[in-house]
């Protein structure tokens, strides 16, 4: 009777703490309003910002917004007394500064677009030598009585000679032989003639410029390496893949073209190579650039299990301005999980001030160079400010702002808590028990099935975190048409739906850094294959 006496008069108190716990915590997400979410995004999603491209002004731009609004909430700079954690990139791009052909310039992307990694030179001809398919066999070959080396060289980069029944000159029969299938041998073959430079042409070059124009030219990312770093360019020839346009405008010197080429062979059954009177002046060539475009940090410190760490993360950077003046916005990607960090610091921030602050230390990241390659996140799980080892979860926000494809005609409140249970048995009952409390929306784990072809879980930045046993939580709205295209602006953003994906994030951050026990790591991480 004692016991029964003493639990009685228990429960009330238990009940009174939980009910205490709760409107503290709604009272600090409550913080995290539609309006403040808009302020932040019509900003970084602005002209001025550029598209937050890496190695960019409006990068830098960025980062030095997110740093200030860090420093007015409180948060303590995390790197030294900086808020900035460098990331040592390298910028490979294939430049090319002129291009004349019988003295007309041409303009890279636009007119044509080159594949190579040669040395950055000069390139000069007054004769250009034409191989027709470029095929060489036994039977027929586009090189006899040509040296090719040191010249430039047009080749059709496709098809085969063919008869006028229609059957191939290089198997007999109406099958096509590898000289079509397969994508690189006549290159190949030309290439072991060492000419200068390949002019490639093709139906379908101008298909590709028009699709992807200026993107050509973006070059590639990686994180520079700690040992010296060794130039590799190569001495084969640069491959300047032309239209069948700009193919004929050369062949014209013999009064032919790419058609009455086909039509001469087919006749003939006879290759038809041949010298063209053609000027050629080019400069270009592979680049390299150092960048040290910064992952952002700021931190809570926790109270007793402070050496115990959350990461609240999103990537700042998107695709920036292209060298032909395109602009994408980003607001979605992701200038909708910048803003996410930012508020969901500021609710922690507010209580931190009030003397609520977490117990665990949290860190909010915002990442560079995700686009280039999760480069970012990848140079911070190698560069960790915080043990990794004490690390206790990553909440990371990339692209909460917008309806998906799959859900617009359907239930709009929902969002794709992706790989929750990857790895803690703990972590996705955290995640849907704060959502039952408090937003109430449906989570979505399409995304989890293995056999998921879009392999969203390896796509953003919280899978560097995962790889070394990090439980994490991905969240993510879901793909739409405006997604890396110029049209993903701020109009566009649900941002009632956003508000209500940052809360979810700050009552699960809530719990986890707040619990007794930090999250058990307890499950086989799944395999990277196919990332």
């Given at each position: ?222 994180l520079k390496s700690t040992d010296k770093e060794t130039t590799n360019n190569s001495t084969a020839a640069p491959v300047v893949n032309i239209t069948e346009a700009t193919a004929n405008q050369i062949l014209a010197a013999n009064n032919t073209s790419i058609s009455k080429f086909k039509q001469t062979v087919s006749s003939t059954k006879k290759p038809n190579s041949s010298v063209l009177k053609a000027s050629l002046n080019a400069s ?36 920036g301005v292209l060298p032909d003046g395109t602009f994408f916005p980003g607001a979605d990607d992701n200038g909708s999980g910048t803003v996410g960090v930012m508020e969901v610091a500021k609710a922690f921030a507010a209580a931190k001030k009030a003397g609520k602050g977490p117990r665990r230390t949290i860190l909010f990241m915002a990442f560079a160079a995700e686009e280039k390659g999760l480069l970012g996140s990848d140079f911070y ?151």
């Amino acid at each position: 009777m004692k016991k029964f006496f003493f639990v009685s008069l228990l429960i009330p108190t238990l009940f009174s703490c939980s009910v205490n716990q709760h409107t503290l915590q709604k009272k600090y997400a409550d913080l995290l309003t539609e309006e403040s979410a808009k302020s932040h995004l019509t900003i970084l999603a602005s002209k001025e910002f550029a598209g937050r491209g890496t190695g960019q002004e409006g990068g830098k731009k960025t980062v030095e917004y997110i740093a200030k609004v860090f420093q007015e909430l409180g948060l303590k700079p995390a790197v030294n007394g900086s808020y900035y954690q460098p990331v040592n990139l390298v910028k490979s791009s294939y430049v090319v500064e002129q291009f004349n052909l019988n003295n007309q310039t041409l303009v890279n992307a636009k007119d044509f677009y080159v594949t190579g990694s040669n040395a950055f030179r000069n390139f000069n001809a007054s004769e250009i030598v034409f191989v027709g398919y470029g095929i060489n066999t036994p039977s027929y070959s586009d090189y006899a009585g040509q040296n090719l080396a040191g010249k430039v060289v047009l080749v059709i980069n496709e098809g085969e000679p063919m008869d006028a029944s229609g059957n191939s000159l290089i198997t007999g029969t109406s099958t096509l032989s590898d000289w079509s299938t397969s994508r690189s041998k006549r290159l190949q073959e030309v290439m072991k003639q060492n000419p200068a430079l390949i002019l490639s042409a093709n139906s379908q070059a101008a298909e590709m410029i028009k699709r992807f124009g200026s993107r050509m030219t973006s070059g590639s990312y990686r994180l520079k390496s700690t040992d010296k770093e060794t130039t590799n360019n190569s001495t084969a020839a640069p491959v300047v893949n032309i239209t069948e346009a700009t193919a004929n405008q050369i062949l014209a010197a013999n009064n032919t073209s790419i058609s009455k080429f086909k039509q001469t062979v087919s006749s003939t059954k006879k290759p038809n190579s041949s010298v063209l009177k053609a000027s050629l002046n080019a400069s270009m060539g592979s680049k390299k650039e150092d960048l040290f475009d910064p992952n952002v940090l700021g931190v809570i410190e926790g109270t007793d299990l402070k050496d115990e760490v959350l990461i609240i993360s999103g990537h700042y950077d998107h695709d920036g301005v292209l060298p032909d003046g395109t602009f994408f916005p980003g607001a979605d990607d992701n200038g909708s999980g910048t803003v996410g960090v930012m508020e969901v610091a500021k609710a922690f921030a507010a209580a931190k001030k009030a003397g609520k602050g977490p117990r665990r230390t949290i860190l909010f990241m915002a990442f560079a160079a995700e686009e280039k390659g999760l480069l970012g996140s990848d140079f911070y799980s190698q560069n960790p400010v915080y043990p990794l080892a004490n690390t206790v979860a990553c909440l990371n926000m990339d692209m909460i702002g917008r309806i998906d494809n799959k859900h617009l005609e359907g239930n709009h409140n929902y969002i794709h808590a992706i790989g929750s249970e990857m790895l803690s048995s703990e972590l996705k009952a955290i995640n849907e028990k704060a959502n039952q409390d408090f937003t109430q929306m449906e989570l979505d784990y399409m995304y989890d099935d293995p056999k998921d072809p879009m392999r969203i879980y390896y796509r953003s930045d919280q899978y560097n975190l995962a790889k070394h046993n990090i439980p994490v939580i991905f969240y993510f709205s879901g793909l739409h048409p405006d997604y890396h295209t110029p049209n993903d602006t701020v109009d566009k953003i649900n941002f009632p739906m956003m508000a209500k994906r940052e809360k979810l994030v700050f009552h699960t951050a809530w719990e986890i850094a707040n619990r007794d026990k930090k999250l058990v790591v307890d499950k086989t991480p799944p395999p990277a294959s196919g990332r």
